[in-house]
């Protein structure tokens, strides 16, 4: 089974940058699509940016599109979101999530295993 911890939230002021990280264990991420979802207060949980596996292609929503990047560095069996010109309206949870699956999709219900969860606030 794989497991996948989160680190890398925090408090940032709008137009500043951070880097989420997600450590996988129990099985290779090169088998698996990657994820990354948002939740606002008050908010459904948003797919932020998928990546599907073999030629890698990427998916983001629109909002995030230009600024956030979505990446996977298999020596270290981990999943990264680079996250650059914060705003205000990019704060919530931010959950990383894999599926043994070929093609990844923005909708988490297409993903069996998650992350716990870590705390984005963009806030001056």
């Known amino acids: 089974q794989l497991q996948l911890v989160e680190s890398g939230g925090g408090l940032v002021q709008p137009g500043g940058s951070l880097r989420l990280s997600c450590a996988a264990t129990g099985n290779n991420l090169d088998n698996y699509v990657i994820g990354w979802f948002r939740q606002a207060p008050g908010k459904e949980r948003e797919g932020v940016s998928c990546?599907?596996?073999?030629?890698?292609?990427?998916y983001y929503t629109d909002s995030v599109k230009g600024r956030f990047t979505i990446s996977r560095d298999n020596d270290k069996n981990t999943m990264y979101l680079q996250m650059n010109d914060l705003k205000p309206e990019d704060t919530g949870v931010y959950y990383c999530?894999?599926?043994?699956?070929?093609?990844?999709?923005?909708?988490?219900?297409?993903?069996?295993?998650w992350g716990q969860g870590t705390q984005v606030t963009v806030s001056s």
């Open positions: 990546e599907s596996i073999g030629a890698r292609p990427t």
């Open positions: 999530a894999a599926d043994f699956a070929y093609v990844c999709s923005s909708d988490s219900n297409g993903y069996e295993y």
